[in-house]
């Protein structure tokens, strides 16, 4: 069964500093991981994809077999960065299923 | 396009009840997908559609709950009879492919039961 983690529920930052958001994953074949963000008032929304390598918001993930790992980093928070961050995951291949992590809540702190 | 479109925005009935929250994926969209959120649980798939069909509806949790979707551009989610343990935000969802690399979320229902 496909699981993900997401071991923080509450993280806080002062802006500026760095920024990791945990996400582990149990799945045994080759999944298929994402990052949602819900802002304040504003809709669910898609904010990276490990397929794409690609940097959203100054925000990257790397996947990482070994240690079946997606976390989320940035180097240096932002204020606006505040917000409900959901990691996903997706059987490539298999289950077209989303199962989405419990959410972490990020502050960040002027 | 407005999006995804769920109503109502907020639901506040007592138990016994029976619940019916609504949606209007965006148009084009083939795939649409319930999910239910709450603090302990997160975000879980309830059931979702490709054209219209049920594909999957293991995530739902009792047979007090029931969705259905009547053609390609509305979908309801049924709770009779609704319990104070229903209480959750649900969200829909849509893509414009069932293996699509992104959702399109709705702005969810805060379904509360008294």
């Known amino acids: 069964a496909q699981r993900v983690t997401q071991p923080e529920k509450l993280l806080s930052v002062f802006k500026g500093a760095p920024v990791e958001l945990k996400c582990n994953y149990s799945y045994s074949g080759s999944p298929e991981l994402f990052w949602y963000v819900q802002y304040s008032r504003q809709r669910l929304q898609l904010l990276l994809r490990?397929?794409s390598r690609e940097s959203i918001k100054g925000f990257t993930a790397d996947l990482n077999k070994g240690e079946t790992s997606f976390h989320l980093k940035k180097p240096f928070a932002q204020e606006e960065d505040s917000a409900m961050y959901y990691c996903?995951?997706?059987?490539?291949?298999?289950?077209?299923?989303?199962?989405f992590g419990k959410g972490t809540k990020l502050t960040v702190n002027p | 396009d407005a999006g995804v479109i769920q109503s109502p925005r907020h639901e506040v009935t007592e138990m016994g009840q029976e619940v019916t929250l609504r949606c209007k994926p965006i148009?084009?969209?083939?795939?649409l997908f319930w999910y239910r959120q709450t603090m302990m649980r997160g975000l879980e798939l309830l059931i979702y559609?490709?054209?219209?069909?049920?594909?999957?509806d293991s995530g739902m949790p009792e047979d007090r709950f029931s969705a259905k979707m009547p053609n390609a551009s509305f979908s309801t989610l049924k709770i009779q009879p609704s319990e104070p343990r229903d209480s959750a935000v649900y969200f829909c969802?849509?893509?414009?492919?069932?293996?699509?690399?992104?959702?399109?979320f709705g702005s969810g229902t805060q379904l509360s039961v008294l």
């Open positions: 969802a849509s893509s414009r492919l069932l293996r699509s690399e992104k959702l399109f």
């Open positions: 490990h397929i």
């Open positions: 996903a995951l997706r059987a490539q291949g298999g289950s077209e299923k989303l199962v």
């Open positions: 559609f490709n054209n219209n069909v049920p594909i999957d």
């Open positions: 148009s084009g969209h083939n795939s």
